[in-house]
């Protein structure tokens, strides 16, 4: 199994709703990352875990909150979102330490 | 300046055509990867280069560390290859990717 599996595909909130984006992997992967990527823009780096322990939060605001209850699943908790966060997360995985990324297919987010 | 930067911005190419997209960076790395992404989200890592030259089918990747330059070429083009193929690099300082703006690529039949 080589896959990143996201969910949900597609996701529509309002600005005070809670929801949750789910990552998964199966690989054996100890590191794993949240990119948050706009329209026609290059992925940024949200997050990164490390053995299940967060090791780069790259200034994010806090309405996002990660979470790695596991070595093989990564959560992004969302919470008062704003309208500019409508946008393409994605999930990766690698080996700790490993070049090779593994991208999951994403989560289109639109905040109403 | 961005540090990496790749061109062209947007490329056309009818079905057959040989295709480069280039990729400018101005830092040392310890690694540099192409990406395709296509309509829907998916990113999958094509190649990812230290030396030389890698292929892979139609793919073939360069790599001319002197000149901090990389190239991404396609052969025998087809319509299936269509997408927004970004150039990412690691410094060799850093423990982040640092992205190209992306190379929007459509081959029409």
């Known amino acids: 199994d080589t896959e990143v599996t996201q969910t949900p595909k597609h996701l529509v909130m309002g600005m005070t709703n809670k929801k949750s984006l789910k990552c998964e992997q199966h690989m054996g992967h100890r590191a794993m990352y949240w990119y948050k990527q706009k329209a026609k823009k290059p992925p940024e780096l949200m997050f990164v875990y490390s053995y299940e322990k967060l090791s780069i939060n790259e200034s994010v605001p806090s309405r996002f909150s990660p979470e790695c209850p596991n070595s093989s699943l990564l959560n992004l908790h969302l919470h008062a979102l704003q309208p500019e966060d409508s946008a393409l997360y994605l999930c990766?995985?690698?080996?700790?330490?490993?070049?090779?990324?593994?991208f999951g297919s994403g989560t289109q987010l639109s905040v109403l | 300046k961005n540090e990496v930067e790749q061109s062209p911005q947007n490329l056309t190419a009818q079905e057959g055509e040989f295709i480069t997209i280039n990729c400018s960076y101005s830092?040392?790395?310890?690694?540099l990867h192409w990406l395709q992404q296509h309509p829907g989200g998916g990113i999958v890592s094509l190649f990812m280069l230290s030396s030389g030259k890698k292929k892979h089918g139609r793919l073939i990747a360069t790599i001319n560390i002197q000149e901090k330059h990389s190239s991404l070429h396609i052969t025998a083009s087809h319509p299936r290859d269509s997408a927004v193929y970004i150039c990412a690099v690691r410094e060799t300082s850093g423990s982040r990717l640092t992205f190209g703006e992306g190379t929007q690529l459509t081959v029409n039949p």
């Open positions: 830092v040392g790395i310890s690694a």
């Open positions: 990766a995985s690698s080996q700790v330490g490993s070049e090779k990324l593994f």
